[in-house]
Structure formats: C-alpha cells, structure tokens
C-alpha cells in the first residue's frame, strides 16, 4: 500500500518583528493559523489535529506550550502533537504534520511553528549557567564560525561571498510583506563595513532575533484535487540526525545532511537537483552557510558552491537556482518557526502565490532547515503537479 | 491500518539517579531493547524519543542524549517535546506510512534536580495563571475537592487505591514506593494539598524507558509473542480549568472510543494516573468495569518518571501480556494539569 | 492616555485581524497595559554524571582524562559516558596530554554575559589534544588573536596549584606553543578518524 498523496492547501504567516507586542502567544498564533485557514477556504471544524512545532521552552519560558495553546489552537477536543528537534523543528513538524496524512491517520492536519522570543530572553535561554563546563562562545555564532572559517580555507572562497549572500538576502527581503528586516537603503559596502562579531561573521551576516509564527494546511489527495485554489503536492519528505561530535565528523557538509538530501531527492524522483529544482528556501542563519549548503545539497561540487553566489546563480532575478526569495533566516528568524517558514515559502513558490518574491514558472521547490551542532535535518520537496 | 506491535522493552526507575547523566543511564536500556529482538541502531527504520527541557534545567537537553542511540552513520529520527507515549505514537504513524517496518522508541526524565511541582507551575497559562505559581499538587487538590464534593467518589475509595497501587506495587522492582499500608494508615496521614494526602499523590521517580516497534509479520520474526497496538487515539480537553469539568476527564473519553476500548473484554488497564483522584475519574470515564485490574504494576503513584511515565504503561503492559498475564488491556498516558491531554491505546497478544 | 487599536503592518493583508471594539468606558482613563512581567525562578542541583565526575575529579591534579569507545577506539574528552559512534557506554579511561592543535576558531568582538571576565576581541577555537578523537572549545590566550592560524599548536595554561578546583575552569586557556603548525590533510573534516564508512 503506498502513501496518501498529500498536498498543501493553506499557507499563513505573521508579520515578522523583534517584538510581537501587539499580541499574546495564543493571539500570534491564531494570526499566521487564521491566515492559512482563509487561504485553504477552511474553518477549524475541518481539522481533524493539530502538530505544532518550536524551539526550546526556555524561549519563552512555558513549559510544553501546546498545554496552554490547546484552545486558541481549535484543539479542544482533537489531538495535538509537539515536535522540538532544535533549529529544524520548523521543518520536522512540517514533516511529522505530512505523515499524519500520509498514513491515512487523519484526513487535514494544521501544523504550526512559531517562536516568541520576545517574551523571554533567548540569550538566557541559550546559555543558561552549565556548571561543568567553561563558557567560551557567544551563542551561535560562537559555534558556527569556525566550521565557516574551514569551510573558507577549504574553498579559497574570496573574502566577501558571505556579505554577498546577505546582500542578496537583504534585498529578497524587500519584496516579502512578512519579512522582519525591510533594509530599503541598505548598500553592498554597508555590509561590508558592518561590524565583526564572531570573525569571520560579521553583524549584517547573521539573522536577526524574532516573533512570529507560520502554519499550513494539509489534506489528502481526494482535497487537494477538489480544492478551488492553488495546491502544492508533497513529493518527498525526510528527516537525518547524527552525533555532534565524533572523530571524522564532517561538520562543513555533515553527513546527515547529505543523506537527508540523497533520501529527499530520490522520493521526488530528482536526478538532475540543480536543473530540476526551480527554487530553494534554504536555512541559512549566517551567510557563509548558503554556498555551504549549496554543496551539501548537491547543487553544486565540493568547494564551488561560492561560485554560484559570485555568479548570481542564487538571485531571484537573474539566477538559475534561485535560494531564499523569501528574503531567508536571514531576514526573518523566528526559531522555532524558520524552518517551517523554509518549507511554507517553497510550497507558495509551486502554488505560484508568492507574491512580488515569486520565481517565474517555478514548478518544484526545496524546503530546507537544520539545527542543534547542524547535525538535525528536515527536508521537503513540493510540486505544482501531482 | 497496518499491525504495528511492541516487540521489547526495557526501563529503569529509582526515586533519584545522581550519579549518571541522563544518556549514561539510557545507553544501557537502549541496549537492552535493541538486543533482546536481536537489532542494532542501523536496523531502525525510525526512531523517536519524548523529554524536557524544563525538567533538564537546559535548553536542547535532547541533543545530549541522541549520542546513546550511536546516531553514526545519521539515523531518521524525531523529538517530541512530550511524554514518550506521543513520541510512540508518532513511530506508529511513520510505521502506518509504510516505507518503513521498524521503530526505536524512547523516553526519559530526571525530575530529581529541580522542584516538580513548581516546574509543572510553568505549564499554566502564562499571562493569567503561572504568575500565581499554583503548584502541581495545589491545582490537582481543587480538582480533588471538586471530585469529592461531587459525590463520585469518597476519601475512603481514595485511600483504597493507594493501598492497592502499594500492594501491587511489591512486585514491581521498579517501583519506588512499594510497602504495604492499610487504608486505615492512609486516611490518618497528614495532608500535603488537602484533600489530598501524600499516599494520593505520584512517587517521583527519575529513570527512562526504551522500546522497539515494529510492524506485521516483521513483529513476528522479532519476538514470540508481538503485543499488538489494536486501536490508538489522543485527545486535548480545554486548558482553562474553570472551562471544564474537572471531575471528569472528556478528551479521555472521546480517546478511549476512537481506540475501540470497548469493543471486547479488557482484563487490565496501565493508566497514567499521577494521582489517586485520576486514577477514580478515568476508571469511569474510560468505562472501566469491576472486573478490570488497574495498575497491576502500582501505576505512577508507585512510580512517576514525568515524561516517560505514560510510555512506560505501555512497556509495563506489553510485558504482561507478553508473558501471558493477560491478553488484553487498556493503556493511558496524560500530560497538562488534571488530565487535560489524554492518550488511549488497546494492546492486545498474539 | 486611552488605549490606541492595534495598527496592523500596511503591508500586510489584513484580513485575519479581529476587529477592535475600543476600551470599556470604565477604564478608558487607565493606562493600557502594555506588558507583564512574571519572573521566573527555578533552582536546579546538577549531577554531572560518571563520565564527567572522573574528569573534574581529575582536573585537579591538572590531568585531562578522556574515554575511549570500546569498539571503535575513538577518544572523546571531554568524556560524556558514552560513545556516539557505537552507542556504548565508553569506560577505558586515557589521559591525555595538555597539548593539542587548533582545528579552527573565530574571533569574537561582542562580550557574552556568561563570561564577563572576558575582554573582547578574544579568539575561541576547537582545541584538538594530542590524542584526542574530538576537539572541543577553548579560548586561546597569551598572544594575538589574529596569529591564529587553523593547525596552530597549543598547551593548557593552568590556574596556580592553590587555586586548583575540580572543574574544567582549571584550564584558563590555551597559549601557542611556537611549534610548527600542524599540516591539517583533509581540511574539510574535523577530527582525526576519517574511515567511518
């Protein structure tokens, strides 16, 4: 017996913004599954369960939200489930939401990812006293770095592909009406000239800290060919993890990475990723990871993925492969939520709803997201035909 | 549906491990799953495991622990944030998907660091409820006082229940608290949130489980005798205690139904009942005749290990029926104050 | 002053937003509320475990200890228990020497609060010890932190034996040894056992 065809029917967002002050948690989730419901021409008596995804519960200092969120969430009375797989949450839940259907458990499923930082203090969050060990790194860019430092070293990557990679970003972000960071006068060299904070990162090469939250509506096939509006199909999903530290760990292009990728592009019967793929909402935090990814992904030969960058390959206007028109993790990080937001901005690119960010003609899409040491992964690919 | 079985089990619970970390003390028991149906990690076609950050005191305290499973070369896998009875529940639906025929399994809590009952404050809502720290057993001696004032069920019923989880209990070796005490005893103890009395409330426990699942005829290569999960389904009630009636349990209700709980004869029910008023109010609500034996492990007023203390009802069954102690039962775990979110499953033998 | 309705970002469609019916009379003179603030405390005794005890334990002789996979012979220190590329616990114990090479690091020119004590810029790196299957991080001290270079060879640098505890905070940091740098082969892999396949 093979899996249910599953297709995505409803997509909706908040606006992203460092402090979500004008809502609740409940009332900002209720924003981005209200948005998904009216695109799916849906009301909560449609859903049969609801999988919600975030980051640490530190975050916001509720423990196991899904708890308290039960009724805002149209829950009472149905199932929930809540996914925490670090910085891939998003995308996992996304997942986890798509088996559900897949399975023939249930007919539509809700899912949701959100993140509001603003109601606790993530850098607490993060770092929370450990008492056996010495405190030496400053978050995540702390840690990531130095894989980007190899990852440079590795390449003979010019200097500046990772400010390009912002830039690029940056400007994406101009066209998405969701996007936290809207830079309208932001220059190339005003990237440049941004401060270091963890060399070789410097501040307009990280993502910025927000509220917000993403959800999408589910449905099996006999929905999804029915439904009055654009439909994304579900053409492969999947889910790598490994240990973050082991002798021989590849931790420029992990090999839970590259499983996931291998696994995710054979169910959608890929063999051609970079000529196949139409576009990419990848989970780039820091600049320096969208060449690296690039090569993960296999869109590109091990230490050439920056030549994409150089060459525009990955620029909504122009590109071939066009990466985050969204505006990306760059623009926009909602923790728990960027993944999802990764996997939700594909699934509007096949449907063709994406607004000014749309890439032309864009048929098969990839949703990317990684967290933890980048040792989680969760990948979906969609598709405008079944 | 596809039949999906458990085909092994392992668990530890001491009132406080302080000497292991949490993936020390789960290594073993992984191994100890695995190898008694004969599979190593590589063989897993999914893997899924349930804990908590808060319960931990660290973010992404989950990240640790994955390292036990030997995740080398990367294994497919998930995290719920829950009790490890959803993280089972999720391998149940990856195996109906079909592509694969194996699941791993597993949960843990070490409680023992913090305070538990204020921990589980947080769970409140955060605007209008958490700010008045109502602890865990303050919150459950309303629904207790609710519960008697109704009528449904008196001190005395309270205090057999405790006495029968104890009694059960002394042949559990996991149990924490296991001696025998006459419901005479127990209605003469100090209240802790009256009406409730230390014997009505859970027996803390640090300790974690693991499981394998699989599916059809793969279950029965595995093992002798697969306990088949007949029938699953989980439901939430309302969050707002005022919403709703605390002295029964609706989202339990409506789960034991889609699970086809009465359907035939059940002869013992694993409930995760924390308390002893938990255990009276899903009795009825899971229509739970005379003749059914609640607990025969002492349930977790014997042992409650927060965050695997409804997976390990399911482990706790499958080893009875696995060894003939029955055919079929009812299992239950919960999660949220006073039974608001409820899972219900029907295990059956081969 | 009255409370104001909630603006909705222009941009964005506005079709999910409730209306708002405006303030009760009432109250209409009292300031909104804008925000709560609920702290929240919670105290937590940690164990560090087996694996972690010996090595603390240790660290007051200044001796690092690591723990070696029973089935692979990887080396991971700081030890956890257990060994990520088997699933074992591990148990045979090693002790390393206080020497290693940077794998790569950055320099980080914001301050954290964990570590007030500390003045940026300052170079934090993964120290790979001699011997050792994984690295870990580290600060880099004594010299500039712009003559690091990835494969830069490094000793601990120990607080004084008076001041000796049993904790990792024993080491202050790592300072160059004025070797030559370590050749690093496959600068794409961090670690030393490659053959995992």
Redesign the interface.
Known sequence: MSKERTAVVGVGQTKYASTRGDVSMAGLLREAAYRALEMAGMTWDDIDAVVMGKAPDFFEGVMMPEIYLAEALGCVGKPIMRVHTAGSVGGSTANVAASMVQSRVHETVLTIAWEKQSESNAMWALSLPQPFTTSVNAGAGGYFSPIMRRYMAMSNAPELIGCMVAFKDRQHALANPYAHLHQHDLTFDQVVESPMLWDPIRYSETCPSSDGACAMILTDEARGDAHDGPVAWIKGTAMRSESNSYGGRNMVSPAASEECANDVFAQAGIHDRRKEIDAVEMYVPFSWYEPMWLESLGFAEKGEGWRMVEDGSTAREGGDLPVNCSGGVLSSNAIGASGMIRFAEAALQVMGQAGDRQVDGCRTALGHAYGGGAQYFAMWIVASDK | ??EIAIVSFAQRQEPAI????E??FM??L??QAKEAVGLR?QDMGF?CSGS???LA????S???T?????????????????DGA?AL??AW??L????VDTAFVYSYGKS????LR???A??????YV??LWPDAFSIEGLAARMLLESGKVSERQLAEIASRSREHASSNPHAVRNTPKSVEEILAEEFVADPLRPSDIPASADGGCAMVLAAGDRARELCDRPVWIRGI????????LG?RDLTDA??AR?AAEKAGVGRDKIDFAELHAPFTTSEAVLTEALGLGDDVTINPSGGPLAAHTMMAAGHIRFGEAFERIARGDGDRAVVHAT???VL??NMVAVLEGE | MPAQPFQQDPSVPPSCVVEVTGVPEKVASTEPVQSVRTPIRMEYTYTPGRALSDYLVAMKDKKIIAERCPETGQVFVPPRGVSPVAGVVTAGKVELPATGYVESFNITRVPIATRPDLEPPYCSAWILLDGASISFMGLVINCEPESVKLGTRVRAVWKPDDELEMAATNILGWEPTGEPDVEIPDIERIGQKGDLE
């Open positions: 549906m596809r302080t000497s292991e970390s993936v020390e290594v073993p992984m191994q990690q893997t908590s950050d808060f005191g660290q973010a992404f989950f990240v640790m994955i390292d036990g499973t030997g995740p080398v070369p990367p294994i497919s896998e998930s995290h719920v944030e829950q959803w529940y999720e639906v990856k109906q998907c079909g592509d023992s660091p913090g305070s204020d921990v589980l947080t769970q409140m809502d955060p605007y958490a700010p389904d989980h439901r939430i009630d309302s969050h707002t919403a609706m989202s409506i999660a949220g104050p608001q979110q």
